[in-house]
C-alpha cells in the first residue's frame, strides 16, 4: 500500500522498501485508498494478465511481501520450512515455499479454520499449538529442527521459539509485523554458537513483477474469506478484525 517517492536516498540505491518519503495509501489523510479518487504515478502501476482476475489481483500485494521475503535468503529445493502464524503472510510465506521447491512444510496456527487452509495450499504438518506442541513436531520431521523458521505472527513469543525450532547453520525468516516496543528475548550465546542467520523483511515494491509471473503457478483465491461491497465498508473493516477471516476484498461492479 505504499508508493516510493523515487528520489531519496534509498530509491536512488534501488531500495524503496527503505523509501522515507513513501507515500501510505492507507493512512493517507488525502487521497488515499478510500477515496473515490487517486493519483498515482504510471511507475507504480503494474499490468496483469487478462487471464488474472481482479479477485485475484487483490493478492498480488500480500503474496509480493513472500516473494521478497525468500528473495533475501538462500533456500534451497527440498529445504524444510516451519512457519509460526496462518494468516494472510504466512499462507503467502507457504505457497511461495512450495513454488521454491522446499521440502516438508510445518505450519502452526491456532484458528482452525486457517490450518484448513495451510492444508489445501500443500502444508505436509498443521499444527494447532493451543493443543500440540510444536517443537516435538518439528523433531519428528527433523530432529535437528528445520532449515528455515517463518515468523509470520508477529508476536514476540513466535520470535523467541524460533531460534529452537531451527536447525544449526539455518535461518530464521522474520516477517511479521509486531509493535515496536514489544520485546522478544532470546539467547545471543545460542545463535552465535549455532551459526543461526536472522533475517528481517519488510516490503518492495520491486517484486510485484515476479510475483504476478508466479501466480500462473498456483491459486491463492480460498485465501479471499469474505468479500463485500463498498457500501458495506464498515462491516468489511469489522469482519477483518474477527480471527476467522483471512483476507477480506471489496467487490465492484465494473
Known amino acids: 500500500p505504499h508508493a516510493a517517492c ?3 536516498y534509498f530509491c536512488q540505491r534501488g531500495q524503496e522498501g527503505f523509501c522515507q518519503n513513501a507515500f501510505n495509501f492507507l493512512t493517507a489523510k488525502e487521497s488515499g485508498a478510500f477515496s473515490e479518487y487517486t493519483l498515482v504515478k504510471a511507475k507504480n502501476l503494474y499490468r496483469i494478465p487478462d487471464c488474472m482476475s481482479f479477485k485475484t489481483a487483490s493478492l498480488i500485494e500480500p503474496l509480493s511481501i513472500a516473494v521478497h521475503a525468500f528473495s533475501l535468503i538462500n533456500m534451497q529445493p527440498g529445504d524444510s ?3 509460526q502464524g496462518g ?3 504466512g499462507l503467502c510465506c507457504l505457497l511461495i515455499a512450495k513454488a521454491c521447491g522446499a521440502g516438508d512444510i510445518i505450519l502452526s496456527e491456532p484458528v482452525e479454520g486457517r490450518l484448513e487452509l ?3 495450499f500443500g502444508a505436509d504438518v498443521v499444527i494447532n499449538p493451543m493443543k500440540n506442541g510444536l517443537e516435538a513436531a518439528v523433531r519428528k520431521v527433523c ?3 528445520m532449515d528455515l523458521t517463518i515468523e509470520a505472527a508477529g508476536n514476540p513469543k513466535t520470535c523467541e521459539t524460533s531460534i529452537p525450532l531451527t ?3 539455518g535461518t530464521v525468516l522474520v516477517v511479521g509485523v509486531a509493535p515496536p516496543d514489544k520485546l522478544s528475548a532470546i539467547s545471543f550465546g545460542d545463535i552465535n554458537k549455532r551459526e543461526i542467520h536472522i533475517i528481517g523483511s519488510n ?3 520491486s517484486s510485484f513483477d515476479r510475483t504476478i509471473a508466479i501466480m500462473r503457478h498456483f491459486d491463492p483465491d480460498p485465501m479471499i474469506t469474505h468479500e463485500f461491497p463498498l457500501s458495506d465498508f ?4 469489522q469482519t477483518q478484525e474477527d480471527k476467522s477471516a483471512v483476507k477480506t476484498t471489496f467487490v465492484f461492479d465494473l
Open 81 to 83: 520450512v516451519v512457519i
Open 143 to 145: 530432529k535437528y529442527g
Open 87 to 89: 494468516g494472510t503472510i
Open 167 to 169: 536447525k544449526s547453520g
Open 118 to 120: 495451510a492444508r489445501k
Open 6 to 8: 523515487g528520489g531519496c
Open 234 to 237: 464498515k462491516a468489511a473493516l
Open 203 to 205: 516490503w518492495s515494491p
